[in-house]
């Protein structure tokens, strides 16, 4: 079975959150399943080549008709931890720039890199039995080829698998645009294909792909029930509602074991696992409370360190952390963040407020991408916190269990699913991990967070009981993967 990604991020060369995470791990545990699977990416410039393996130029020469002109196109050839890569290096300046995304021909770059993609494969793989996609970046190959390249000879793949880490983000974009590479807007225009239902002259790539592929799946059990409802279907849940029962299936995502492995992370002061006595653990964590604290210019005082990190988006509840935040000072506890401004409003918002605490050693907000303070703060800290809006999986507080930390969460799709409340007296006593809340309301924040930090400070000994008993919790891959292998196999028989 030969299976291919197609993806704008993986780990650790190209990441921004958990789609890079998950695209990542996921090829690798299917490698490990003896799965003949690799990864289509752009070669961006701040890819890190230092984690690819023999990289190498394979194709000199992948021509792509856009805006009128042939444009020139190299492949590189590499290995990720064992899982072969094509990057794809435009000579037009599409990703030879300082970020991933968050520009204005967003849309335009992705459309030509789908293109090179299915151009790519047509000439180098030909017969493939799993396309599988990623979010709204890649979803147009399912309608570009079910439409178009599945009618030419060269190309042969037998199924299209999509997989929604976000339904948030859709690539909109004014139907010309196909013009660009070479398509006929037309053939994609109407309702019941890519078109908006109510602007004529836009369509959905996301919308697209989810139409066009064979299967569908959200990153967790239940995203793919909050995506039927308005709530939470970003416009889409009417379609989504009518298609067949078994199309969209969610799947827990995993974590790799290999890069959160606080065993063997060389960026803690000092390394324990699960397998370590109680005592060792709290040693170990004291010392990398140490460390993170030296480091952002905390206070060495015996409070507990709740953290938050991630994008600063909508989605995440930029006012519920920044809330979290100047409750934790009030309650004695020290707070970490670590995360990127989304958009202007937010950033102005968390400047300020970095800016009004700029005196208090109590609190760290730090806005940047930073690899080995975030496996720091994990390591450190007893509470990760994530109050989202929603969150189709959510891969910090499953880092978090493994760091040994508790969550704080809104439950909402993966949180749901992975987080139970430690003082619920309703859910069975194995399951209890953490501490959550219903709905997004600052009251019900509030609550939850005072319960967590009295619980530390009230009831030490189960906190640390409930750390090791966290570390235990299994999230690695190998559970998630078979039921993606089993879709693979349903879709090819
Ligand atoms: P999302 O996919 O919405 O961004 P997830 O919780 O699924 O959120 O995944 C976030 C991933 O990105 C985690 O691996 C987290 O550790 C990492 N991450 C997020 N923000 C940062 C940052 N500022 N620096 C380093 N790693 C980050």
Redesign the pocket.
């Known amino acids: 079975m030969k299976v291919a990604h197609i993806a704008a991020e993986m780990a650790p060369i190209a990441?921004?959150?958990?789609?890079?995470?998950v695209v990542g791990s996921l090829s690798r545990a299917l490698k490990k399943q003896k799965v003949d699977t690799f990864v289509i990416l752009p070669k961006y410039k701040i890819i890190n080549t230092q984690c690819i393996k023999n990289l190498k130029i394979i194709k000199n020469d992948l021509k792509i008709f856009e805006k009128n002109k042939w444009q020139n196109n190299k492949v590189f050839q590499g290995y990720v931890k064992n899982v072969k890569v094509y990057l794809i290096d435009p000579e037009k300046h599409y990703f030879n720039r300082d970020k991933i995304y968050g520009y204005k021909d967003d849309v335009a770059r992705f459309l030509y890199f789908c293109k090179c993609a299915l151009e790519f494969l047509k000439s180098n793989i030909k017969d493939i039995d799993v396309l599988h996609l990623h979010d709204w970046h890649t979803a147009f190959m399912a309608p570009y080829y079910k439409e178009i390249y599945s009618k030419e000879e060269h190309l042969n793949i037998k199924s299209i698998v999509l997989s929604i880490?976000?339904l948030g983000y859709q690539g909109q974009c004014m139907a010309k645009q196909l013009e660009d590479i070479d398509v006929n807007p037309k053939l994609f225009l109407h309702s019941k294909k890519l078109g908006h239902p109510k602007k004529p002259k836009t369509i959905n790539l996301l919308k697209g792909g989810l139409i066009y592929s064979d299967a569908i799946i959200p990153v967790s059990p239940t995203y793919a029930k909050e995506i039927l409802t308005k709530k939470h279907g970003h416009q889409l849940s009417p379609m989504l509602k009518k298609f067949p029962k078994n199309k969209i299936k969610g799947i827990l995502?995993g974590i790799d074991y290999k890069t959160w492995n606080p065993k063997k992370d060389k960026s803690l002061a000092q390394n324990y696992s699960s397998t370590s006595s109680i005592e060792t653990i709290l040693k170990a964590k004291e010392l990398n409370k140490e460390k993170l604290r030296k480091y952002l210019n905390l206070k060495d005082k015996n409070v507990p360190i709740i953290a938050s990190?991630?994008?600063l988006?909508e989605?995440?509840a930029p006012k519920l952390i920044k809330h979290a935040i100047l409750k934790s000072l009030k309650k004695n506890a020290q707070f970490v963040l670590?995360?990127?401004p989304f958009s202007k409003e937010i950033s102005h918002t968390f400047h300020k407020l970095k800016r009004d605490l700029k005196n208090n050693r109590n609190v760290s907000i730090?806005f940047?991408?930073?690899?080995c303070?975030?496996h720091m703060i994990?390591a450190a800290c007893d509470f990760i916190i994530?109050p989202s809006i929603f969150?189709?999986?959510?891969?910090?507080q499953i880092?978090g269990f493994r760091y040994g930390a508790l969550p704080i969460v809104r439950k909402t799709g993966g949180l749901a699913d992975t987080v139970f409340d430690l003082q619920n007296p309703k859910i069975p006593k194995n399951k209890k991990n953490g501490f959550t809340f219903k709905n997004v309301s600052i009251e019900e924040l509030d609550k939850t967070l005072n319960r967590a930090i009295k619980f530390w400070y009230e009831k030490q000994e189960k906190f640390q009981t409930q750390i090791k008993k966290n570390m235990k919790i299994n999230h690695c891959w190998q559970k998630s993967i078979k039921k993606y292998i089993a879709i693979y196999k349903r879709l090819i028989k």
Do not use: M
């Open positions: 990441k921004v959150g958990g789609l890079g995470d880490h976000n995502n990190i991630g994008r988006a989605q995440k670590l995360g990127t730090n940047k991408y930073d690899e303070l975030c994990y994530v969150e189709p999986c959510g891969l910090t880092i």
